[in-house]
């Protein structure tokens, strides 16, 4: 049993990561300190500028915060995204250029923060969790991605290089996308959608598991059945606590001031809600889900105990026949019946053998008659 649950451990168990402070580090700090929360994901912060119009584009990768410095801005609008968040140093020299407030600072190294919608007027600021799947340890891997929205400036804030936003940077070389052709805000419902796009994938991952396991389930019961029935359930309550506030979220980008964000736009905006609101059914399902893989496997535990059970009360009522008889020849009587015949101990077996067949077709005669609803 020790072995088994040593193999469970090792096979749930996440590797470890180097950590950063923890919430709880930043009790007593004034608000809008500039402290990272969070797994520090990347060694050095890496910064990508794309500057476009409708008509050119220009896209440069930083790597010292030294070269940012000497960057002109050549066109209308700029997306910068930014992969790691520990660097204090590199989120004041962002904050200080695009006049950010401290407690936004706070927020986005803040790795721990609920998913949010702030308006400071000439900005918003969007807190989002995306998700990245372990098949190895089938779980899903939060991580926190902060945007923030200007007049002619799009900031996105990740805590390392997961390849979601890669088809926004496809689309935004295209010169006819939406993006290029709307600006700012069209970048922005580009990396809001990427983000909703990944919770699809997501359930669809757990959804496979939950599957695998109730396959498994229906032809045999696994050792390890409800430690995995737990995970899952663990995970998909995890994945929900990212995704249920962003509908809140959404609803408030949708009041978003039109200077911020366009009639054009608007309309992709609430598809993406209407997504939101699919995914979340969709999860609400798969809790449901798994909330029957745990009576299922009670169940199957439950008959395949009760066909054990049977099969024991089968054979010691054919056993008891044998039991009677020996028992009542074993009485230290001097005369008792057959002793004394040469033929007695057969005819002790027979006896055995005729009453445990009758005992037997008596079991199988009810039997069908119950199945018959006799």
């Known amino acids: 049993m020790s072995r088994l649950s040593n193999r469970l451990k090792n096979?749930?168990?996440?590797?470890?990561?180097?950590?950063?402070?923890?919430?709880?580090?930043k009790a007593g700090q004034a608000p809008g300190s500039v402290q990272y929360v969070g797994e520090i994901k990347v060694r050095e912060p890496a910064l990508t500028v794309f500057d476009f119009d409708d008509k050119e584009l220009a896209e440069v990768t930083f790597k010292t915060l030294e070269e940012s410095?000497?960057?002109?801005?050549?066109?209308?609008?700029?997306?910068?995204?930014?992969?790691g968040l520990h660097d204090p140093d590199v989120m004041k020299e962002i904050g200080g250029r695009f006049n950010l407030h401290p407690l936004v600072l706070e927020d986005i190294v803040n790795t721990a923060q609920r998913p949010k919608f702030e308006d400071y007027g000439s900005y918003i600021f969007v807190v989002l969790k995306t998700f990245n799947f372990d098949a190895d340890q089938r779980d899903c891997q939060p991580e926190q991605i902060s945007l923030v929205l200007g007049k002619e400036f799009v900031l996105s804030f990740q805590e390392r290089p997961t390849g979601v936003f890669k088809p926004i940077r496809e689309r935004i070389r295209q010169r006819h996308s939406l993006?290029?052709?709307?600006?700012?805000?069209?970048?922005?419902?580009?990396?809001?959608?990427?983000?909703?796009?990944?919770?699809?994938?997501?359930?669809?991952a757990l959804s496979e598991a939950v599957e695998?396991?109730?396959?498994?389930?229906?032809?045999?019961?696994?050792?390890d059945a409800i430690p995995r029935i737990n995970h899952l359930k663990h995970e998909t309550l995890e994945l929900r606590r990212g995704?249920?506030?962003?509908?809140?979220?959404?609803?408030?980008?949708?009041?978003?001031?039109?200077?911020?964000?366009?009639?054009?736009?608007?309309?992709?905006?609430?598809?993406?809600?209407?997504?939101?609101?699919?995914?979340?059914?969709?999860?609400?399902?798969?809790?449901?889900?798994?909330?029957g893989l745990l009576d299922m496997h009670l169940a199957s535990v439950s008959h395949r105990l009760n066909n054990e059970l049977r099969l024991l009360t089968i054979v010691t009522t054919i056993l008891a026949p044998a039991t009677l008889i020996t028992g009542f020849f074993g009485m230290n009587f001097q005369y008792m019946p057959w002793l004394n015949r040469k033929d007695g101990w057969e005819l002790a077996v027979i006896a055995v053998v005729v009453a445990g067949i009758l005992l037997l077709g008596t079991l199988l005669w009810r039997q069908r008659r119950t199945r018959k609803g006799f």
């Not at 809140?248 to 608007?266: D, G, K, N, P, Y």
């Open 243 to 291: 995704i249920w506030p962003t509908r809140e979220t959404l609803t408030a980008v949708l009041r978003t001031e039109e200077h911020l964000i366009s009639r054009e736009t608007l309309p992709y905006f609430r598809d993406i809600y209407d997504h939101c609101i699919h995914v979340i059914e969709q999860l609400d399902g798969l809790r449901e889900l798994i909330g």
């Open 212 to 223: 695998q396991l109730e396959d498994e389930l229906i032809t045999q019961s696994p050792r």
């Open 69 to 83: 410095r000497t960057y002109q801005k050549q066109h209308k609008n700029i997306w910068l995204n930014v992969y």
């Open 11 to 25: 096979r749930f168990k996440k590797p470890a990561t180097p950590r950063a402070p923890h919430q709880s580090a």
């Open 179 to 204: 993006p290029r052709r709307v600006g700012v805000d069209g970048v922005m419902h580009a990396l809001i959608d990427a983000v909703v796009d990944r919770y699809f994938v997501m359930v669809e």
